[in-house]
Every structure is written in structure tokens, then in C-alpha cells.
């Protein structure tokens, strides 16, 4: 009965423990890929800028237009 009882517990163990494979794996990233990313960033973040400002520019000429 204890031998049974304690395989369940150890395969349940099993499922929520890491391996030391994974957790100590190598991880390698292109710098390129970062740096590009972050000039498409920038690219969105200032058109997004560039398209609140005509918005909001055109939102006070479109009111005060109504107004007067």
C-alpha cells in the first residue's frame, strides 16, 4: 500500500518540478532583432503622436468653427 501511495505522489512530484536542463539552458538573442524592434517602436509611437495631434488639431477647428 505505501509503495503505491508514494509512486502517486512522486509522479504528481514530477509534473510540478523543474528539470535542470531547462531551468540552466543557454538562452541566446540577436541584437539586431532587439534593435530593430525598438526602431519599429518608435516608428509607431511617433505616428501615433503625429495622428493625436491632427485629431485633436482638427477636433478644435471643427469646434470652433460650430462655436463661430
Known amino acids: 500500500m505505501k509503495n503505491t501511495i508514494s509512486s502517486i505522489k512522486d509522479k504528481i ?3 510540478y518540478t523543474l528539470n535542470d536542463e531547462t531551468s540552466y539552458s543557454k538562452k541566446s538573442t540577436d ?3 532587439l534593435l530593430n524592434r525598438v526602431k519599429e517602436d518608435q516608428k509607431k509611437e511617433s505616428r501615433k503622436k503625429i ?3 491632427a485629431a485633436t488639431s ?3 477647428l471643427l ?3 460650430l462655436i463661430f
Open 13 to 15: 512530484a514530477q509534473k
Open 63 to 65: 469646434f470652433g468653427f
Open 58 to 60: 482638427a477636433g478644435i
Open 31 to 33: 541584437i539586431n532583432i
Open 51 to 53: 495622428l493625436f495631434t
